[in-house]
Each structure stands twice: as C-alpha cells, then as structure tokens.
Nanobody, 124 residues
Framework: QVELVESGGRLVQAGGSLRLSCAGS????????MGWFRQAPGKEREFVAA????????EYTDSVKGRFTIFRDDVNNTLYLQMNSLKPEDTAVYYC?????????????????WGRGTQVTVSS
C-alpha cells in the first residue's frame, strides 16, 4: 500500500506555471509506473500524463503535450508534474496515482492507489 499526497495546486493566471508534487509514503513506488489525472467540475476524471517505472518513458494527453512534463524522483519517493503555459481549461483537481505494473497505462481503473487531489485554478 502506497499513500500519496499531492501538493502545489493554487490559483494562477493564464500563461503561468505550476509544479505539482506527489509524495509517497508507506512503500516505495520506485518499481511502478505512475500517472496524473484531473477532474474538472461536472466532468469525468481524465488522463493527463503517465511515466513508466524507470522514468525514461512518458505519455501525455494531446491537450497538454508540449506544455506539461511528468518526472519522478524515486530516491525521495516523489512524482512531479511541471505545468507551463497554463490555460483556463486546465482548471481541475489533479490526482496522482500508482499501479502495480511497470509500463504506462492511461486507464484510471488500473490504478490502485490515489491521492486526494490538489486544486489548480487558472484565471483568464
């Protein structure tokens, strides 16, 4: 069991940047792939980005490609999401999650541990 806690979300103006962190405790997640998802009001949770267990492969949803970067620090058991050129449509609660496989998965039901989320609000 891995406990995940997200942080870094806040109100930011369009065009700005944020770095989200996801700290893991209870068990090292260095052997597992991880992902970021988001959920906007009235919408379903959607895939944002995922990274494989070694950190050398990543995938992104089309709307964030070129603006967001997912990376991991397994020494400190932390996952990150660097978000640049933020847009109002990026406004959502952002969740990190881990699943028990090593490769990238975009499907939320595969993920077994989730954080409680951090709110990102982008003003226009």
């Amino acid at each position: 069991q891995v406990e995940l806690v997200e942080s870094g979300g806040r109100l930011v103006q369009a065009g700005g940047s944020l770095r989200l962190s996801c700290a893991g405790s209870g068990r090292s997640f260095g052997n597992y792939a991880m992902g970021w998802f988001r959920q906007a009001p009235g919408k379903e949770r959607e895939f944002v980005a995922a990274i494989n267990w070694t950190g050398d492969e990543a995938e992104y949803t089309d709307s964030v490609k070129g603006r967001f970067t997912i990376f991991r620090d397994d020494v400190n058991n932390t996952l990150y999401l660097q978000m640049n050129s933020l847009k109002p449509e990026d406004t959502a609660v952002y969740y990190c999650a881990v699943h028990l496989l090593k490769f990238i998965v975009r499907s939320a039901p595969v993920y077994v541990n989730w954080g409680r989320g951090t709110q990102v609000t982008v003003s226009s």
